[in-house]
């Protein structure tokens, strides 16, 4: 059963574009919301994170929009660029429960 | 990477054999995290520890177990490898509960045949 559900599976778009991932979750106590990216060959780097209490949390080009009655989160980067293109795995947790999502693979072409 | 080496970075076993990976970290932080990351599934915790001797499970600990006998050193063990634990091991670290930044090694590649 997976309790955090990432959507889609893999995402092309073109330079500039603002491609968006989801991401559900479904256990009501989690209450930290991290987005990792993943470049080949290399370990999940902390991109950026929220907490319940906030909707929406910007870092540069990446934004975290958060529905708590839905139980849903997503992240948008705006003007992508190729450097972009990598895995984005978003996450929910509460204490030491961490539950990742299947990932997303986003191409980016220039 | 943060300070942390995992060891091997890549490993071919035969099922049925004791295989173990080794994370150390040069941040002295409290927390260490097993997971594996399989296609599909994104990474799953095996196991964490929140010092020294102080371990418990995670979501798909079976088959696993782990050590930690230093601040620094955590091991993960395969006590018997099955093909199924074919996977790619990441260890994780982190100053404090999972509500914390957490850093991640680069990974180990085991292949069980």
């Known amino acids: 059963q997976q309790q955090v559900k990432q959507s889609p599976q893999s995402l092309i778009v073109q330079k500039g574009g603002i491609p968006i991932i989801n991401c559900a979750y479904e256990?009501?106590?989690?209450?930290?919301f991290p987005w990792y990216q993943q470049f080949p060959g290399k370990g999940p780097a902390l991109l950026i994170a929220?907490?319940?209490?906030?909707s929406e949390k910007k870092e540069g080009r990446f934004t975290i929009s958060f529905n708590k009655s839905a139980k849903q989160f997503s992240l948008h980067i705006m003007d992508s660029q190729p450097g972009d293109s990598a895995t984005y795995f978003c996450a929910a947790g509460n204490n030491n429960d961490m539950r990742f999502g299947a990932g997303t693979r986003l191409t980016v072409k220039p | 990477d943060a300070g942390i080496t995992q060891s091997p970075r890549h490993k071919v076993t035969e099922t049925g054999t004791p295989v173990t990976l080794r994370c150390h970290q040069t941040e002295n932080h409290r927390y260490m995290y097993w997971y594996r990351q399989d296609p599909g599934h994104g990474l799953r915790l095996i196991h964490y520890s929140y010092g020294v001797k102080d371990t418990d499970k995670g979501e798909v600990s079976d088959g696993y177990s782990v050590s930690r006998s230093k601040t620094e050193d955590f091991l993960l063990t395969l006590e018997s490898a099955t093909s199924s634990q074919t996977s790619v091991y990441f260890c994780?670290?982190?100053?404090?509960?999972?509500?914390?930044?957490?850093?991640f090694g680069q990974g180990t590649r085991l292949t069980v045949v």
């Open positions: 256990n009501t106590a989690f209450d930290y």
């Open positions: 929220i907490r319940p209490d906030v």
């Open positions: 994780a670290i982190s100053g404090g509960m999972v509500n914390t930044e957490a850093f």
